[in-house]
């Protein structure tokens, strides 16, 4: 996809912004004023205009970026074409990594082989990079396009396990006695299920009480039917993408540990399925956790703060210098923001300065507040707090402030993304898997981590 060998891609791929296009235009000879004019080409987004040598051979590939850094047709260029090429962005608003990781992501197929292309990339540590980018996410994209029936708890931590990319790293094993004691809520939502609940913890290099890690967590709810408070047929219809935020955790933890040669990272998943048996939880019952908290279940449909409140518990022990967090959480999150666009808390102001900075070109994740007024909505006459809040209002939040009352140190700075791991066709024109709240948060770590 990728290569430093420029004598191997002889074709051009211009990629303009329509906010600059007549810059470019005059700058051009007849004969690709002409053929611009001929097919109306302007720049626009996702617009694709292949331009021959007179003797029919491709000369050269313009695709246009509109007027906001739109790179949908540079994904969909690589998605279907075949050859070798090199960047020309003089004209383009993005910058060339954006467009080096849409053509990787455009050139991803699920159970199917991808065109053979190559693309020129001069920086040998850029290259280096997207090498790691485009095997990590596509890892991450199978998981989650990876249908149910095959991908389970059990599974899913075996082919982690098995996988090369986590050969180095340090797993922590638990039995089942141990998940139930250790990760309570967690094996009370997969309890409903014949595959009962697994946990993934790695680290990348060995922890000591005096180090303060980066603790990354991610929901693996393997498949998610509502429990017993079931979900309608068109909302379960994907929820083999449950465990999105559990795909975005090791995609972030496996770039994290490239990028960051010293720090030290721990990823935890808890991975369970919300099924409906006679084992299945229920409105009403009461579960305590490893540290005592009790937790009313007011809605078996949020279950993935119960898997996420377990890894809290276990994230405290490391005493980390910070946590970051990737959920498919809450309905209401998609209605404030769409698809696209990742509900994102923090409970620290220089943190969130810092992330709405990485925004100010693209917005990438919008914040919400961690409003605490709201926390009265998860109140239990009978335990400690009430997994979901009952109003139908404000779900995000309260889900976000559910999350947060497992963090024992307050002062421990946490990102909470509440994610949708899913496209429709909106993010760079694909359909499935993605990865909202992936690419800011590389950016993020390589730039106040490394």
């Not at 990787?104 to 290259?127: D, M, Q, R």
Request: charged share 25%; with cysteine.
């Amino acid at each position: 996809m990728f290569t430093n060998d420029n004598t191997e891609c002889s074709t051009k791929v211009t990629v303009i912004s329509q906010n600059k296009f007549d810059k470019w235009i005059e700058k051009q000879p007849t004969f690709i004023r002409n053929w611009c004019l001929s097919n109306n080409f302007k720049g626009e987004n996702s617009k694709i205009l292949k331009i021959p040598y007179p003797d029919g051979r491709l000369k050269e590939v313009l695709i246009g970026e509109g007027l906001n850094q739109d790179l949908s047709g540079v994904s969909d260029f690589s998605s279907k074409n075949k050859g070798n090429y090199y960047l020309f962005i003089k004209f383009a608003d993005s910058k060339e990594i954006e467009i080096q990781k849409a053509w990787a992501w455009g050139g991803y197929k699920f159970n199917k082989s991808s065109p053979k292309n190559l693309i020129y990339v001069k920086n040998p540590e850029t290259l280096r990079y997207l090498d790691h980018y485009v095997k990590f996410t596509n890892l991450s994209r199978d998981l989650i396009n990876t249908p149910a029936n095959e991908l389970n708890p059990k599974s899913f931590l075996s082919l982690v396990k098995r996988n090369k990319f986590f050969e180095k790293f340090i797993f922590t094993d638990y039995s089942q006695a141990e998940i139930k004691s250790k990760f309570p809520l967690t094996y009370a939502v997969g309890q409903s299920s014949t595959i009962k609940p697994e946990i993934l913890h790695i680290s990348n290099k060995k922890i000591s009480k005096k180090d303060k890690p980066i603790v990354i967590i991610g929901k693996g709810v393997t498949f998610d039917t509502g429990g017993v408070n079931i979900k309608p047929g068109n909302s379960m219809r994907n929820m083999k993408k449950d465990m999105g935020g559990a795909a975005i955790a090791i995609s972030l933890f496996l770039m994290a540990n490239s990028l960051l040669k010293k720090s030290k990272i721990i990823l935890i998943i808890p991975m369970a399925e919300n099924s409906v048996s006679g084992n299945s939880m229920r409105p009403g019952d009461i579960y305590t956790s490893s540290n005592g908290k009790k937790v009313e279940i007011s809605h078996t449909d949020a279950e993935g703060r119960l898997l996420l409140a377990d890894a809290m518990e276990l994230a405290n022990t490391y005493n980390p210098s910070l946590i970051i967090d990737f959920a498919t959480l809450t309905g209401a999150a998609r209605v404030a923001l769409g698809e696209d666009i990742p509900a994102y808390f923090s409970n620290d102001e220089d943190v969130a300065k810092k992330i709405d900075t990485l925004n100010q070109k693209k917005i990438r994740a919008w914040r919400l507040p961690l409003y605490s007024p709201y926390k009265n909505k998860l109140n239990s006459q009978y335990a400690n707090l009430c997994n979901a809040s009952m109003d139908g209002m404000a779900g995000s939040i309260t889900a976000a402030l559910f999350i947060e009352d497992f963090i024992e140190n307050k002062k421990t700075p946490w990102i909470h993304f509440d994610t949708y791991a899913w496209s429709s066709g909106s993010i760079l024109k694909t359909q499935g898997a993605a990865l909202q709240g992936l690419d800011i948060m590389i950016e993020y770590l390589n730039k106040y981590f490394s």
